[in-house]
């Protein structure tokens, strides 16, 4: 028996369906399954989004299942093992994921399945536990107010020291983004950090020379 001999022996033998009993094959995908629906509940309490879309999050927790059964599969023969590497190179998913969020427990729910596929079940709860904490700890962090966009139009710039002004007192500070001064009047964008929402577009509007004021939210959050 020469090297290669052994070396085709060794991994032959790695690969054995025997190792895997149904007992085992039932309960890694039952111990995958009960952290996936943990990660459904996780996902539902805390997700942020305006639409909540419950197919998403139950697509999100079978994924757990399904990626163990695919690493149980890969243990049990080399040639499956290939097999799945080479059709999952060609798999291309489309869905754009928007919220930062949604890829984060996308990535834990294939992160678990991947785990628990390879027996390792401790490493899989403690992470989930872990994970969680995280999330909780972090979004408890203070932050500073979140910014809005205040349009403003005025049929003159004479308007613009003033408005100025009120929006210094009102917000504290602002951030030019748009100016457009035309001969029938002038259109502003301001980026505000407005703590006084209802005072501040009440004011603007009472000023003479000011058509009209809108005040739309942001979606980010000024970091200072």
């Known amino acids: 028996m020469n090297f290669s001999d052994v070396i085709k022996k060794s991994v032959l033998e790695g690969f054995s369906y025997a190792d895997l009993s149904t007992a085992k094959i ?18 539902k309490k805390i997700t ?19 990626t163990a059964g695919i690493i149980l599969a890969m243990q049990s023969s080399i040639v499956i093992s290939l097999g799945m590497v080479g059709a999952l190179s060609i798999v291309r998913f489309r869905t754009a994921i928007k919220d930062p969020m949604d890829l984060l427990f996308l990535f834990w729910s294939i992160g678990t399945g991947i785990i628990c596929g ?22 408890m962090l203070p932050v500073r107010l979140s910014p809005y966009l205040l349009i ?10 003033e408005m100025i002004e009120t929006v210094k007192k009102m917000a504290g ?5 748009s100016k457009n001064i035309t001969k029938s ?4 964008i301001l980026e505000v950090r407005a703590g006084k929402e209802k005072e501040l577009v ?23």
Request: aromatic share 10%.
């Open 48 to 66: 942020k989004s305006a639409f909540y879309f419950k197919s998403f999050n139950v697509s999100m927790a079978i994924i757990s299942v399904v």
């Open 118 to 139: 390879a027996g390792l079940y401790k490493i899989a709860i403690i992470l989930a536990v872990l994970v969680t904490v995280g999330i909780l700890i972090l979004d």
């Open 152 to 161: 403003i139009n005025a049929d003159t710039k004479e308007v613009e020291d």
């Open 173 to 177: 500070s602002y951030k030019l983004k």
């Open 202 to 224: 009440d004011s603007l509007s009472e000023m003479k020379g000011i058509t009209s004021v809108s005040l739309l939210a942001h979606d980010g959050e000024v970091k200072g």
């Open 26 to 43: 039932v309960t890694t995908l039952l111990i995958t399954f009960l952290i996936a629906v943990y990660i459904f509940c996780v996902y």
């Open 185 to 188: 009047g002038m259109d502003v």
